[in-house]
């Protein structure tokens, strides 16, 4: 039986934020960035809805596009830390996971943190936790997935919509193919149930 990372993890670390207290609000998050080509085209499509979203970029990235993370910022846009280059925790010691994330973190100064691929240790986050809120979702719109159509990742994400859901998009060129179709239909949807999409903010 194939395990999904991100429910197991979920049921080990119940602290963790999967979902916000918010009366009228969504929660956009997109990982991975940022970007070149794929970051522009999300920003222009925030803007036109006149939504705020929050990037969980990787410290990598940031060095490579500065201009483009600037972008994020000039934006209104709230930023999360992603790591520095993307590691799987489980495969990770302590030390050289939580260093990674730091690392990170001398470029970014945020007190967000989500883990890729949901892939950390009770160690890791017991000890991550200590100086970071560690956000993860409620609604994962698997955007990356190629076995996922355009159709299902925005039925996915839409059939799930709901006050202080976390959404999670990826910013890359993996993804892009689904989630731009998608994300100008959820933020469509969004709009008709009434509700805002706003940066994340505890």
Same mark, same amino acid.
């Given at each position: 039986?194939?395990?999904?990372?991100?429910?197991?993890?979920?049921?080990?670390?119940?602290?963790?934020?999967?979902?916000?207290?918010?009366?009228?609000?969504?929660?956009?998050?997109?990982?991975?960035?940022?970007?070149?080509?794929?970051?522009?085209?999300?920003?222009?499509?925030?803007?036109?809805?006149?939504?705020?979203?929050?990037?969980?970029?990787?410290?990598?990235?940031?060095?490579?596009?500065?201009?483009?993370?600037?972008?994020?910022?000039?934006?209104?846009?709230?930023?999360?830390? $992603?790591?520095?280059? $993307?590691?799987?925790?489980?495969?990770?010691?302590?030390?050289?996971?939580?260093?990674?994330?730091?690392?990170?973190?001398?470029?970014?100064?945020?007190?967000?943190?989500?883990?890729?691929?949901?892939?950390?240790?009770?160690?890791?986050?017991?000890?991550?936790?200590?100086?970071?809120?560690?956000?993860?979702?409620?609604?994962?719109?698997?955007?990356?997935?190629?076995?996922?159509?355009?159709?299902? @990742?925005?039925?996915?994400?839409?059939?799930?919509?709901?006050?202080?859901?976390?959404?999670?998009? $990826?910013?890359?060129?993996?993804?892009?193919?689904?989630?731009?179709?998608?994300?100008?239909?959820?933020?469509?949807?969004?709009?008709?149930?009434?509700?805002? @999409?706003?940066?994340?903010?505890?």
């Amino acid at each position: 039986m194939k395990i999904n990372p991100g429910r197991l993890i979920r049921h080990i670390f119940p602290d963790m934020i999967w979902e916000i207290d918010d009366r009228d609000g969504v929660f956009l998050t997109f990982d991975d960035g940022p970007t070149p080509g794929i970051t522009e085209w999300i920003l222009a499509t925030l803007k036109q809805y006149d939504a705020k979203a929050t990037f969980f970029v990787l410290g990598k990235n940031v060095e490579l596009y500065p201009d483009l993370y600037q972008k994020i910022l000039d934006a209104g846009h709230k930023i999360g830390n $992603h790591t520095y280059s $993307h590691q799987k925790g489980w495969r990770m010691s302590l030390e050289s996971y939580v260093e990674d994330v730091d690392f990170a973190d001398t470029l970014l100064h945020t007190d967000l943190f989500r883990p890729p691929y949901a892939q950390v240790t009770p160690t890791q986050m017991r000890v991550l936790g200590q100086r970071y809120k560690i956000i993860m979702w409620n609604i994962l719109s698997r955007d990356y997935a190629r076995t996922v159509s355009p159709t299902q @990742c925005y039925k996915g994400v839409a059939k799930h919509l709901a006050p202080g859901a976390i959404i999670a998009f $990826h910013d890359s060129e993996k993804s892009f193919r689904n989630m731009s179709y998608a994300l100008p239909r959820v933020l469509e949807r969004v709009k008709e149930l009434g509700l805002r @999409c706003k940066i994340i903010e505890l």
